[in-house]
């Protein structure tokens, strides 16, 4: 539990988290969007610590919340039902390697008989492919998936592993590169949808994101 706040030249940002309620309340001004939005806390997180080289770890929180409330924007106002929303909150802490590198993609969408579902899936500096932290919720319960190959040489990008199979299709992107003396970085996000199987279920057009990156530093 506990607060906490953030503000900026045209950003406010207050998030009151209550887990003994289990809701995360979270107001938001930003420009011309303002929301005040209910995450409620009652899906199970995905919680893992990883070896990422010798001495080194990573601990990574990642889980779907179903998300209601309201979002006004420029005189129009969007009501969000929590039977309908969901938000991906992803916490992240690591002492990477010198060499670090990574490929992840995250969705939420239906399955062909309607449940919602929402995945995880990752590629990283962790040797041991025991070792992971791919996985998918269906109906609000965890359960894990198989490592999986990204295959990103072409359009569209491909993610497969033993009853699994995806296909992103980019809707736009954010990209860095950066090189300054020993420090590198190229990073690439996209935002997009997934179509394919997952689990054994059929997916269509389900909405997330994509990263690729390749840094030193």
């Known amino acids: 539990d506990g607060d906490t706040w953030l503000k900026a030249r045209g950003l406010r940002l207050a998030l009151r988290s209550r887990l003994d309620d289990e809701r995360h309340d979270v107001e938001i001004e930003a420009g011309?969007?303002?929301?005040e939005l209910t995450c409620h806390a009652t899906t199970t997180p995905l919680e893992v610590v990883l070896?990422?080289?010798r001495?080194?770890?990573?601990?990574?929180?990642?889980?779907?919340?179903?998300v209601s409330g309201?979002?006004?924007?420029r005189g129009r106002?969007?009501?969000?039902?929590?039977t309908e929303t969901t938000g991906i909150f992803d916490i992240h802490k690591a002492h990477y390697?010198?060499?670090t590198w990574w490929r992840w993609a995250t969705f939420v969408g239906r399955d062909e008989e309607g449940r919602r579902l929402a995945v995880n899936l990752t590629r990283n500096v962790v040797r041991d492919p025991t070792l992971h932290?791919?996985?998918?919720?269906?109906?609000?319960?965890?359960r894990p998936l198989p490592l999986p190959e990204f295959h990103?040489?072409?359009?569209?990008?491909?993610?497969?592993?033993?009853?699994?199979?995806?296909?992103?299709e980019g809707e736009g992107e954010r990209r860095e590169d950066l090189h300054a003396l020993v420090v590198r970085s190229s990073f690439r996000q996209r935002y997009g949808t997934f179509t394919g199987v997952v689990a054994g279920r059929r997916i269509e057009r389900a909405f997330g994101l994509f990263e690729d990156h390749d840094a030193r530093w």
């Open 32 to 35: 011309d969007v303002q929301a």
């Open 133 to 142: 932290e791919c996985a998918v919720w269906l109906d609000g319960g965890l």
């Open 97 to 99: 390697p010198h060499h």
């Open 51 to 53: 070896p990422v080289g």
């Open 70 to 73: 309201t979002v006004r924007w």
């Open 152 to 168: 990103l040489e072409r359009e569209p990008w491909r993610i497969t592993a033993t009853d699994l199979d995806l296909c992103f």
């Open 77 to 82: 106002t969007i009501e969000l039902d929590r």
């Open 55 to 66: 001495g080194r770890a990573m601990w990574s929180h990642k889980v779907p919340l179903p």
